[in-house]
């Protein structure tokens, strides 16, 4: 099992929320072995405009970002700390607006860490060289449709073929130098926009070259049915065999994140709180450092800062502060505040 855990990816790891020991660790007070994964939030900067981001209004009130140096220290703190070394996922806003982040790349595999990167695709095919060179291990690229559905949902002309020119680059450069890596996923949001256009995104994936599609459910803020989804989530259902089927047929591995059964996707987009699943354990097996280098779980609870610790990354993830946060959601299941959060068990 510890050999799974050090070469999965950030997306298979609420796949682990099925299986029974990260629902067993949530009974032991609070305390867990390791992390599994550490999301590093690179920056809020994006080049993109895209109708469903949550971070849209909040992205210019937090400009500081974590030099390279510290970030280095970070990754040099874990590697001390855990003998299973923890997967690194790098997002943004749009990670590749950092300057530094291939140097950052470097420095992960350096100190032999796996590493994933979520991008919106629109500069990576100048950066696909080196990023296949790095060995990066797996890449995320966000496209949420044909060309008329993406360029619109994201405000920029031209997003999604420069995004397929990148996955495209990628592919190449893999080729060239005899490498496996990174995986390439695509990732596709459902919105009402999108719904038509689905099972398009099948054959956009096999021309880019990805190796696997990803629907990603629309992560909403309230838990009430006063917020509920306008999405037609019966034209979901009757798409979702087709998908399945066209991919099977295509030979494209495809997934649905979070997975749901067909009654729990109803209540997911149009129920109360009180029908859902109140469970989560990802912060037993996951935590971010933000972009002014608070140690959080999520929600925005800050367990420390790798700016004002003085203390290792180990002692922090069984700190006092931090098993207190698991056992209170342990006992609530979930935060009132938590939405429709992808992480949660449904």
């Known amino acids: 099992m510890f050999g799974l855990l050090r070469k999965i990816n950030l997306k298979a790891i609420e796949n682990l929320q099925s299986l029974g020991v990260p629902n067993l660790i949530r009974h032991l007070g609070g305390w867990s072995p390791f992390p599994v994964g550490v999301v590093f939030l690179l920056t809020l900067r994006c080049n993109m405009k895209c109708d469903m981001c949550l971070l849209v209004e909040v992205r210019k009130d937090h400009t500081e970002e974590l030099a390279l140096d510290e970030l280095k220290g970070v990754v040099d703190d874990l590697a001390a700390s855990f003998l299973f070394k923890p997967f690194i996922h790098l997002i943004g806003g749009e990670p590749l607006l950092r300057r530094d982040l291939l140097p950052l790349v470097a420095y992960i595999k350096e100190r032999r860490f796996n590493c994933s990167l979520t991008t919106n695709g629109f500069l990576l095919e100048r950066h696909a060289a080196e990023l296949v060179r790095l060995g990066l291990d797996r890449i995320h690229v966000s496209i949420d449709g044909p060309p008329e559905v993406h360029d619109v949902e994201r405000q920029v002309p031209g997003a999604h073929d420069r995004a397929v020119a990148g996955i495209q680059a990628l592919v190449a450069a893999r080729q060239r130098l005899g490498s496996d890596r990174p995986a390439i996923t695509i990732n596709t949001v459902v919105t009402g926009e999108s719904l038509p256009h689905l099972e398009r995104m099948i054959p956009i ?28 989530v019966e034209q979901l259902l009757a798409t979702i065999p087709r998908l399945k089927q066209q991919a099977r047929a295509a030979g494209l591995p495809i997934t649905f994140f979070p997975h749901m059964k067909d009654d729990t996707l109803r209540r997911y987009y149009q129920g109360r709180e009180e029908e859902l699943n109140r469970m989560c354990v990802f912060p037993w097996y996951v935590v971010r450092v933000d972009l002014e280098g608070n140690i ?41 505040d938590c939405g429709r959060c992808c992480h949660r068990q449904f």
């Open 205 to 232: 994936a096999q021309t880019a070259g990805a190796d696997a599609l990803t629907y990603q459910h629309l992560v909403f803020d309230d838990c009430s049915a006063h917020d509920a989804s306008t999405l037609d």
């Open 296 to 336: 959080t779980p999520c929600r925005g609870f800050v367990v420390d800062n790798v700016r004002t610790k003085n203390v290792s990354f180990r002692q922090v993830w069984n700190s006092p502060r931090f098993r207190q946060y698991r056992r209170d959601l342990a006992r609530q299941g979930v935060f009132d």
